[in-house]
């Protein structure tokens, strides 16, 4: 019986410490769940005052791209791809700088890397937020002409807008697209994506007659605005549509938090109860044996 | 060809500087909230090769 005790005692001593050090790993791990859950709610709460910031400011930038999207939807313009020169398509993906906020920032880079793959080299891309451009860069860096950073941080303005459509009509393009979300409600959001034009294929489009009084300068003012107002208007649907996008992953992410703090916290009383009960035994069993 | 155009200004600078204008003149207590939208904090990296080519701020 002796040679036998002997025998296990290593194996029990064994047990009982990794015993002791799993039970000191769950409280550390319950700890650091509870931690990472209380960020989370944070940021919830964050993103729902932003987001009902972004609303409301949304409500007031509609008028912007409703504007433009009608009036390129009254003159149907044609696309040539051979009428200019350049022939170059132009794709701006409106994204933000920061992340933990679902898929939308993947989604809009996934619709551009769709649009690439077909359309290969003949399209320049450019990058409003890291976010897009930290997912494109990798495999589609030679299409990137320009990324601008530091959007999202703060609620975008008409300023912002102008400086970036600014730097967009730099770029000759025959025509193009604005990739963005738009926001449906707090739940939901489609990525989509609105029009860009070259100034001629606006001025030779069948249905220009139906404005009176155009020329060249009231066509080429108007569809400088009409840029601007049209990334104005993505932006704020962008940033809308991201903090409801956070709002929702962080409220799932505090919800598993909470559901793995159950389940560690049943373990956690479990293997306690387990050591004491070993630890019992050993002192029954010890005191029987004397 | 409107005057603005042939100095080099395009529509939206040109009806930028308006309306920093127009928010300059407010009154005190409208120009605090207007002033607001009067910002912009973008910033811009032009890119070639696939690389970050030099970095331009604030225009």
Redesign the interface.
């Known amino acids: 019986m002796w040679a036998h005790n002997a025998m296990l005692q290593p194996i029990i001593r064994h047990q009982q410490s990794r015993g002791m050090a799993t039970l000191k790993a769950i409280s550390i791990r319950l700890k650091s769940v509870k931690n990472i859950q209380k960020i989370t709610q944070s940021m919830k709460m964050v993103s729902a005052a932003k987001y009902a910031r972004a609303e409301r400011e949304l409500r007031q930038a509609k008028p912007y791209g409703e504007g433009s999207t009608v009036f390129y939807e009254k003159i149907k313009p044609e696309e040539k791809q051979e009428s200019t020169p350049s022939g170059q398509k132009l794709l701006v993906a409106v994204t933000s700088d920061r992340g933990l906020c679902g898929a939308v920032h993947t989604t809009v880079a996934r619709q551009i890397r769709n649009e690439l793959n077909e359309a290969g080299d003949n399209v320049k891309v450019i990058c409003i937020g890291d976010k897009s451009r930290a997912i494109l860069q990798r495999l589609y860096g030679k299409n990137i002409v320009l990324v601008c950073n530091e959007v999202g941080r703060k609620p975008p303005t008409f300023l912002d807008a102008a400086r970036i459509a600014e730097q967009i009509s730099q770029y000759e393009f025959s025509s193009g697209k604005i990739v963005y979300n738009r926001f449906k409600s707090v739940v939901s959001y489609v990525t989509s994506e609105l029009p860009l034009y070259h100034k001629d294929t606006v001025s030779t489009s069948p249905n220009i007659t139906a404005y009176d009084s155009l020329d060249d300068s009231v066509v080429q003012s108007y569809l400088e605005f009409s840029l601007a107002s049209m990334l104005f208007y993505t932006l704020k649907e962008g940033a809308c549509s991201e903090q409801s996008s956070r709002m929702t992953a962080m409220d799932n992410a505090s919800k598993n938090a909470g559901e793995m703090i159950d389940k560690l916290t049943l373990t956690f009383n479990r293997t306690r109860q387990a050591v004491i009960t070993r630890e019992l035994i050993e002192i029954i069993s010890g005191a029987s044996a004397l | ?2 005057f603005w ?1 042939a100095v080099g200004l ?4 040109f ?2 500087i308006a309306a920093k204008m127009v928010r300059r003149s407010l009154k005190k207590e409208f120009q605090v909230e207007a002033l607001k ?16 080519e030099k970095i331009s701020s604030k ?1």
């Open positions: 060809m409107s155009r395009n529509y939206i600078q009806s930028n939208r009067d910002e912009s904090s973008v910033k811009f990296t032009t890119w070639k090769e696939g690389k970050p225009a």
